[in-house]
């Protein structure tokens, strides 16, 4: 049975740092990426990571400079989070898939985890 479990979100004031983490299990997958979804808005693409030797990404242009994704290994996925801003504030999700690159595309992701709520006041 796949499983992703996140972790490490909070109530933090703007200007501050979180590092969200994911844990996947039952199997591997080529890439992992981060959603988020603020409330009343659809879900949008953060991050994602492709499982390679170079470990390609790609950002959002809303989080780019300020957000750093990486992976440990086959099954686990980090988010730095940087320089926070109250328009960050969203639950936060982890998905995976098996696309040939860091794919944007929400449909690419088949595997998502549950998610774990950010909130910066500003």
């Known amino acids: 049975q796949v499983q992703l479990v996140e972790s490490g979100g909070g109530l933090v004031q703007a200007g501050d740092s979180l590092r969200l983490s994911c844990a996947a299990s039952?199997?591997?997958?080529?890439?992992m990426a981060w959603f988020r979804q603020a409330p009343g808005k659809e879900r949008e693409f953060v991050a994602a990571?492709?499982?390679?030797?170079?470990?390609?990404t790609s950002y959002a242009d809303s989080v780019k400079g300020r957000f750093t994704i990486s992976r440990d290994n086959v099954k686990t996925m980090a988010l730095q989070m940087n320089s926070l801003k109250p328009e960050d504030t969203a639950v936060y999700f982890c998905?995976?898939?098996?696309?040939?690159?860091?794919?944007?595309?929400?449909?690419?992701?088949?595997?998502w985890g549950q998610g774990t709520q950010v909130t910066v006041s500003s």
């Open positions: 998905a995976a898939g098996n696309s040939w690159g860091a794919s944007r595309r929400i449909d690419d992701y088949g595997y």
């Open positions: 990571i492709y499982w390679t030797a170079t470990s390609t």
């Open positions: 039952g199997r591997t997958f080529r890439t």
